[in-house]
């Protein structure tokens, strides 16, 4: 199949969604490929690193018009505006295979549908021990987790590790980790390497114990969590009664912390409120917070999505897109996601076919044929 990768142009975007080092396999595995001119170059990659592996250096209008399938790393809503420019350049009965925000509707889906565009959106894909190399979520949020701590690092007044020196001794910064998936985990095990004294809290009850394997604290809260976990390991939504009485229980713990960070999230939905402002209140001056859930609603009813705001010297950071700041090696592990994705439509022989029986297809299949095949997936076309 020829296989298109165009440069990406949502605002503050610098990943690819290939690097040159899967375009080889993909070669080798019989595949045309086309990048758009200038494609990794925020990435770290050049036109040239990616002819040297067997790709053709191409013109965005001649890689929408010729490609069988289109590789992005936002298409849909999670590219904005440009999303539906780039739907409505799409040729009919195209394939496109991309994060797509598919949780409301936009109108790049109404134009995906009436091209008979195929598209997948990639943050659908189950948990399943077979799709993990395919899971985007975690690769990015992985990264995310670490460039975290290192901006919370970069900002806090204090050191991370302890020291002991000629003139005095230093003790390490006390940092926790609210929300403790793919993200957590990675933030706590990045502190720890940095010398901090980490603590977190999950709703999760099986977290517990990945944390205090990470040589971190487990928070414990008197909370009623049995039922806090739902499907594909991801945290249910609680009612606001409990997230009332987790915001009282992690009062002292917040106050007592010189950076917060906090991940917590619920798939498709608002990001539920844990600090409040009367919490942030209760924090020295020169400590962090760092809302990784900020682009969600945000966990901090203070941050902003892009600013750092300063509120009675605490350093509130909203970071957007950070897997972007990490673009060379962000776009290295989405593109073998992506790779992975594309290699399981096809057979041992080689066949090419769309397989509504197989769970990674038909979960992340947003529209097919003209139609959006998934009944409860029609909500984001109204
Ligand atoms: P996520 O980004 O959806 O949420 C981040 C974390 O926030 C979760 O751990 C969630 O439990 C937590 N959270 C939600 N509400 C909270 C609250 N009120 N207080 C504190 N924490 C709260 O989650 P994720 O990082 O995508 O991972 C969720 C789980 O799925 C993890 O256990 C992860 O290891 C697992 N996972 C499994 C697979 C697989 O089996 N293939 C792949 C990836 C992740």
Redesign the pocket.
């Known amino acids: 199949m020829v296989i298109g990768i165009p440069k990406e142009l949502y605002p503050g975007e610098n990943r690819v969604a290939c690097a040159p080092s899967q375009v080889q396999k993909l070669v080798k595995a019989g595949h045309q490929l086309m990048v758009e001119k200038d494609a990794g170059f925020m990435s770290g990659y050049t036109d040239d690193s990616y002819t040297e592996k067997g790709a053709e250096v191409v013109g965005r209008d001649d890689l929408f018009s010729r490609a069988d399938v289109i590789f992005t790393v936002r298409s849909g809503a999670a590219a904005g505006d440009q999303g539906a420019k780039d739907a409505s350049h799409m040729k009919d009965g195209q394939m496109v295979i991309g994060t797509m925000d598919p949780y409301q509707p936009h109108p790049s889906f109404e134009i995906f549908r009436d091209k008979h565009i195929s598209s997948f959106a990639l943050e659908l894909i189950?948990?399943?021990?077979r799709?993990?190399s395919m899971?985007v979520?975690?690769s990015m949020?992985n990264l995310a987790g670490y460039k975290a701590v290192l901006l919370a690092a970069g900002e806090l007044s204090k050191m991370f590790p302890m020291m002991m020196t000629a003139a005095g001794t230093i003790v390490p910064a006390k940092v926790f980790i609210?929300?403790?998936?793919?993200?957590?985990?990675q933030a706590i095990a990045t502190a720890k390497r940095l010398g901090a004294v980490v603590s977190a809290?999950?709703?999760?009850p099986?977290?517990k114990e990945?944390v205090q394997s990470l040589g971190a604290k487990f928070v414990e809260m008197e909370l009623e969590t049995d039922s806090?976990?739902g499907s594909?390991?991801?945290?249910r939504?609680?009612d606001e009664d409990?997230?009332r009485k987790?915001r009282q229980m992690m009062t002292d713990v917040i106050g007592d912390s010189d950076v917060v960070i906090t991940?917590?999230?619920?798939?498709g939905k608002k990001?539920?409120v844990?600090v409040t402002g009367e919490m942030v209140d209760a924090m020295n001056p020169g400590s962090v917070i760092v809302d990784m859930?900020v682009e969600r609603g945000g966990n901090c009813e203070l941050s902003r999505a892009g600013e750092t705001v300063d509120h009675k010297g605490v350093k509130i950071l909203g970071p957007v897109n950070i897997p972007s700041t990490l673009a060379y090696h962000a776009s290295q592990l989405y593109g073998k996601n992506i790779e992975t994705f594309f290699l399981n439509f096809f057979d041992k022989e080689g066949n090419f076919s769309i397989d509504m029986e197989d769970e990674i297809i038909s979960s992340t299949m947003l529209t097919h044929n003209g139609e959006l095949p998934v009944e409860e997936r029609k909500r984001i076309l109204g």
């Open positions: 189950p948990r399943i021990t799709a993990q899971d979520l975690s949020a609210v929300g403790v998936g793919v993200a957590g985990l809290y999950d709703i999760r099986a977290v990945q806090a976990e594909g390991g991801y945290a939504e609680m409990f997230y987790q991940t917590a999230a619920i798939p990001s539920p844990l859930a």
